[in-house]
């Protein structure tokens, strides 16, 4: 082969591989925001991954801003240039989100598959629709982990969420998230409310100084955190002996780091992560969406995520699906925050409880933190 | 030079006043100049001061209100604020939010309104999904008396402006076709129907595009139908369906039904608390001083302007947090960064450009990466901690707390901010000659009386520099307060970033950060008064 007909052989070669480029991009990009880390890992494993393989040329994009995306979905929908294609929120923003126009309202019976066993996705997602634009993939929980080596303690270990309002027994330092949302319920019940009647004594004055006088007894010895990464950081340091966080994160604290940390299940509070697309996207971009939601929300997709990271599947239907840890090879169920015996006392957020006194209690919280 | 001796002005070469030909070159030559800079003008302009004047804005702004409720707010003019307001501004109210509803502004407007009043959120939310029901009782009596009315023709033959009904009956028509246009006939005989089927025809051809002659109205157009009816008169009028009007006028007296009033209670009473209608009124003006209040613990109420409850005060506390602590940050950074300063300018150059890298290092790590660091040193499991305990000067039982306060704030962030304070003081020491310290020594002074009166008063600008520097900075900063402040070491710039990325309330975070620009303002200006703004260099 002489230098004339090589040459041309791959300019042909390269023009072959810019037209199948362009091919690819003509099939279009998609572009999903979630939070990063081991959770986004899990959720390109188990949804995008394999939708990418069975949709040849089709881009994925992830942006890792859920964190701000209530802010930045209202920028992009006041400057009138959508770049998202479909979000990854917690419940409480899409319900914000869906209150300001900014996420679309759906039909979840008409864009979501059934479920495997035949029902329909309102039956198998049931109460975790919490919001016409929310489409829920994960239950996760907020609950409590503490060290297991701590001298103070003569032995005892913590049995119940109120062990973080029993510095008698418990001394030391604890770690609480810097929000009103979570730690006030908690406050309640340690002092004596039924968790049914938590809200109704929250809306009153006197149960709001209840809570706070609960809080007022633990201030001195509380370090407030802001991001979820906060507390096993400061369990593997011991720098706190008990601390609350995500469920997710004492998994990975205790089982893939193997500290000396257990972890409580006693009124972990439940909350959701899902998606919802954003208001006004285009027509073929939303036919995209549309379709990868319904793969990516099926009964296997979610089950299949369970295997990365120990969040329970929202759908009822994906529960006997769960398997073992992809790497780590344990059984998940018993991890799952939804699992029969971790769940005997559980506490839901009333969203639209706080949908309405968020902005009110935040302010007292904050003013509480401040003096 | 017979020029010289003229009278009148001096003229150029082709006769003109040389006053206006030269005027008119500079003119010319000024213009240049701009144009040269009109690309860096237009940029800054475009992408800096109209983003701050547009967030300024927002900071007043409350248009969401009169332009969601338009007839609400109306009516609601008459009222007293003591007691439930009248029928008439339940019913403008049930024309509102039923096209609120439709257009899916009313759960912003309260979003917008819990911010004042709480409850309002989920009040609006509910109200949205029952408020299609108002009227329907009388929408189903209309219908019983004459099965026209549940025919959409009737309705646009009624209302709709002769040539509009008949370019829209026709079968060609796609979509919405054209914008509803009222009768003039109509509109006195059946004054609230005829607003309130405009409003069901234009939303109905906006949002979702149909044709309104299609498209049987709202039931909130019935119960406008019902109320004209029962108070007006409509046997002067001769226009399409006259008869079938005459046949309900005289039909309406027996009709039967929720008021307007009923109709909302029944949704929700909170529509009976003169708080909900108090919060309407008070924020019904297209411009409010509510966010500047709440930015500084005050309340808009019926009654006037209030201070809030004394456990919701926490903004004038943080602004003066914010800046107490921005002083004591420029103190440390001045006491800290001189020496240093001191020190660089007056090494040989090549150990002075070493030591130069080192204040410049941090430059080049991420911020987050140095605040991280500093919570593995000053935590009481953490290095410095740890250190202390094995020295035997601080007790294992009671390690000192460093971080997660205030102080933990005040070191980071003199941490951070030091070279801004060193490199302007570095780069004037380093124009000082030292000869002068050498004078006053010779002719008689001591080490320190030569630094004090000759040499300090020359660094005093570098001073002021760096104070203007690290003091903006630090009132501004909100990342390393965040990760180490801990309860009592947050700034306001804290609030202000919450307000914006998660309650969604920029109204009241503009407000925050306009008193903040403000604030940076007054303080400069009277800094100006004090070491005079010509006393600052940065080299």
Redesign the interface.
């Known amino acids: 082969m002489n230098l004339k007909s090589l040459m041309l052989l791959t300019t042909g070669a390269s023009l072959a591989a810019t037209g199948a480029m362009a091919d690819g991009h003509m099939a279009g990009s998609m572009t999903l925001v979630s939070w990063g880390g081991a959770y986004q890992v899990s959720q390109q494993r188990a949804y995008s991954e394999p939708y990418a393989e069975m949709h040849d040329g089709l881009e994925i994009i992830w942006d890792e801003s859920s964190?701000?995306a209530?802010?930045r979905l209202?920028a992009m929908n006041e400057a009138g240039n959508i770049t998202w294609d479909l979000v990854d929120v917690v419940a409480s923003d899409a319900i914000?989100l869906?209150?300001?126009?900014l996420a679309m309202?759906i039909d979840h019976d008409e864009i979501l598959a059934p479920g495997d066993d035949g029902s329909s996705p309102t039956d198998d997602f049931g109460d975790l629709i919490v919001s016409d634009c929310f489409i829920p993939q994960i239950v996760y929980s907020t609950t409590v982990g503490y060290r297991t080596d701590v001298d103070e303690w003569n032995g005892n270990t913590p049995s119940d969420i109120c062990a973080i309002f029993d510095l008698e027994n418990f001394p030391g330092?604890r770690s609480l998230e810097r929000r009103p949302i979570g730690n006030l319920e908690w406050a309640l019940i340690c002092d004596g409310v039924a968790m049914e009647d938590v809200y109704d004594v929250l809306e009153t004055e006197e149960g709001i100084e209840q809570a706070f006088a609960m809080l007022d007894t633990i201030?001195d010895q509380t370090?407030?955190w802001?991001a979820g990464a906060d507390t096993p950081q400061l369990l593997a340091?011991?720098?706190v002996v008990m601390g609350s966080t995500y469920n997710g994160r004492l998994f990975s604290l205790i089982e893939e780091q193997d500290q000396p940390v257990a972890m409580l299940w006693d009124a972990q509070v439940f909350d959701l992560d899902g998606w919802i697309i954003p208001e006004g996207l285009p027509e073929d971009r939303l036919a995209r969406v549309l379709d990868f939601v319904r793969f990516a929300t099926d009964t296997q997709r979610l089950a299949d995520q369970s295997q990365y990271i120990s969040y329970g599947p929202a759908r009822a239907s994906s529960a006997p699906l769960v398997g073992q840890h992809a790497d780590l090879g344990i059984d998940m169920a018993p991890h799952m925050p939804t699992d029969p015996a971790n769940a005997e006392r559980t506490f839901l957020f009333n969203y639209?409880?706080w949908?309405?006194?968020?902005?009110?209690l935040?302010?007292?919280f904050?003013?509480?933190?401040?003096? | 030079m017979s020029d010289a001796t003229q009278d009148g002005p001096v003229l150029a070469a082709d006769g003109t006043p040389l006053k206006r030909s030269l005027s008119r070159a500079l003119r010319a030559q000024k213009l240049r100049a701009l144009m040269l800079i009109a690309p860096l003008l237009l940029f800054i302009l475009i992408t800096f001061i109209a983003p701050i004047v547009d967030m300024l804005f927002r900071s007043v702004e409350n248009q969401i209100v009169s332009e969601t409720l338009p007839r609400t707010v109306v009516e609601l003019e008459g009222w007293d604020a003591e007691g439930v307001p009248s029928e008439d501004v339940y019913a403008a109210l049930a024309y509102d939010f039923m096209e609120a509803a439709e257009r899916?502004?009313h759960?912003?407007l309260?979003?917008r309104l819990?911010?004042e009043t709480?409850?309002?959120?989920?009040l609006f939310?509910q109200s949205g999904r029952g408020v299609d029901d108002i009227g329907e009782d009388y929408a189903d009596q209309f219908h019983d008396l004459n099965p026209a009315w549940e025919e959409s023709e009737t309705w646009a033959a009624l209302m709709g402006a002769p040539d509009w009904v008949e370019a829209q009956s026709a079968d060609d028509v796609e979509g919405a076709g054209l914008l509803f246009r009222l009768s003039v006939a109509i509109q006195d005989v059946l004054p609230e129907t005829s607003d309130a089927y405009r409003s069901f025809a234009r939303t109905v051809q906006s949002e979702d595009n149909d044709n309104p002659v299609a498209e049987e109205p709202w039931n909130t157009v019935y119960l406008a139908l019902y109320r004209d009816l029962s108070t007006g008169e409509v046997s002067g009028y001769d226009g399409p369906m006259a008869d079938l009007l005459a046949e309900a006028a005289a039909a309406v007296p027996d009709f039967e039904g929720m008021t307007p009033r009923e109709a909302f209670a029944d949704i929700n009473d909170d529509w009976l608390d003169t708080e909900v209608w108090a919060t309407i009124e008070a924020f019904s003006d297209p411009y409010t001083a509510g966010y500047f209040l709440s930015a500084i613990d005050l309340q808009l109420t019926p009654d006037g302007v209030e201070r809030q409850p004394p456990?919701?005060?926490?903004y004038l506390?943080?602004f003066n947090?914010t800046i107490f602590m921005s002083m004591a940050i420029t103190l440390m950074c001045v006491l800290l960064g001189y020496p240093i300063a001191y020190l660089l300018s007056n090494l040989p150059a090549r150990t002075s450009n070493l030591l130069l890298i080192l204040v410049l290092l941090p430059f080049w790590t991420s911020l987050l990466v140095r605040t991280s660091a500093w919570k593995v040193l000053l935590?009481?499991?953490?290095v410095i901690n740890d250190l202390l305990v094995w020295i035997g000067l601080v007790a294992d039982d009671a390690r000192l707390a460093l971080i997660?306060n205030q102080l933990g704030t005040i070191i980071a962030m003199t941490h951070i901010l030091l070279p801004f304070m060193i490199l302007p003081l570095f780069s004037v020491m380093k124009t000082i000659p030292p000869s002068y310290v050498r004078a006053a020594k010779s002719l008689g002074a001591t080490n320190f009386t030569a630094f004090r009166r000759v040499y300090f008063p020359q660094s005093i600008p570098g001073i002021g520099a760096g104070c203007i520097l690290v003091f903006i900075l630090a009132i501004g900063y909100y990342i390393t307060p965040?990760?180490v402040g801990?309860?009592?070491g947050?700034f306001i710039s804290n609030?202000i970033a919450?307000h914006?990325?998660?309650?969604?309330?920029?109204g009241l975070a503009a407000a925050l950060g306009t008193i903040l620009l403000a604030l940076v303002l007054v303080l400069y200006w009277v800094y100006d008064r004090i070491v005079g703004i010509d006393n600052v260099k940065l080299g």
């Open positions: 964190a701000e209530v802010a209202r914000r869906c209150d300001e126009g309202e330092q201030q370090v407030w802001n340091d011991g720098e639209e409880w949908a309405d006194y968020r902005d009110d935040d302010a007292r904050q003013a509480w933190l401040a003096q | 899916r502004n759960t912003r309260g979003s819990n911010y709480t409850g309002i959120s989920s939310r456990e919701q005060r926490v506390l943080l947090r935590q009481q499991q953490g997660n965040e990760l801990g309860r009592t947050t609030r919450y914006i990325s998660s309650s969604l309330n920029w």
